[in-house]
T-cell receptor, first 114, second 116 residues
């Protein structure tokens, strides 16, 4: 079965600094990969997804992620964070295009320092 | 579109009571998923439906949990009897299967359940 590891439970970044959130997956073939963001008391919002093709994908709110097959990773990046980026970030993997649901990592809590 | 709509947003009940959570998926979506989120276990898939038919309920914790989807625009997740360990946020999500296999889940805002 597929699995997702987000090694960082909490990350603190200064406003305006760059951000990288790590995600590693375990799956035999090329998976479908997603990043979702959850603000306090809210549902999950899709930031970006990778299905095939260009390994660098662009998402909403200035986020991007890079799929690296050799490292089984799909790290999320942003060149300059804003205070409004403080939230919980989830990496997820799916097989079958997500028709059988997503497997989520435990999440990374992003704290933005002024 | 109004997105995935869940009700109630918050529910506080006492142990032993029946709890019913409701979900209205996005119109036209043919998949519906129920997830549970807790601090300890993160996001867990409980059950999902395709065209109103339950496909995989292996994530349902035990017989106290049941889910139905009587039509394409409505689903319920019921817990009877409820226990304190059921306290969690329950999310409903829907998606549309595409020929490319590029399913993308859209989540509701969640129902926060507290069982005293």
């Amino acid at each position: 079965a597929q699995s997702v590891t987000q090694p960082d439970i909490h990350i603190t970044v200064s406003e305006g600094a760059s951000l990288e959130l790590r995600c590693n997956y375990s799956y035999g073939a090329t998976p479908y990969l997603f990043w979702y963001v959850q603000s306090p008391g809210q549902g999950l919002q899709l930031l970006l997804k990778y299905f095939s093709g260009d390994t660098l994908v662009q998402g909403i709110k200035g986020f991007e992620a890079e799929f690296k097959r050799s490292q089984s990773s799909f790290n999320l990046r942003k060149p300059s964070v804003h205070w409004s980026d403080a939230a919980e970030y989830f990496c997820a993997v799916a097989v079958g295009g997500g028709a059988d649901g997503l497997t989520f990592g435990k999440g990374t809590h992003l704290i933005i320092q002024p | 579109d109004a997105g995935v709509i869940q009700s109630p947003r918050h529910e506080v009940t006492e142990m032993g009571q029946e709890v019913t959570l409701r979900c209205k998926p996005i119109s036209g979506h043919d998949y519906l998923f129920w997830y549970r989120q807790t601090m300890m276990r993160g996001l867990e898939l409980l059950i999902y439906f395709n065209n109103n038919v339950p496909i995989d309920d292996s994530g349902m914790p035990e017989d106290r949990f049941s889910a139905k989807m009587p039509n394409a625009s409505f689903s319920t997740l019921k817990i009877q009897p409820s226990e304190p360990r059921d306290s969690a946020v329950y999310f409903c999500a829907s998606s549309l299967e595409r020929a490319s296999g590029a399913n993308v889940l859209t989540f509701g805002a969640g129902s926060r359940l507290t069982v005293l």
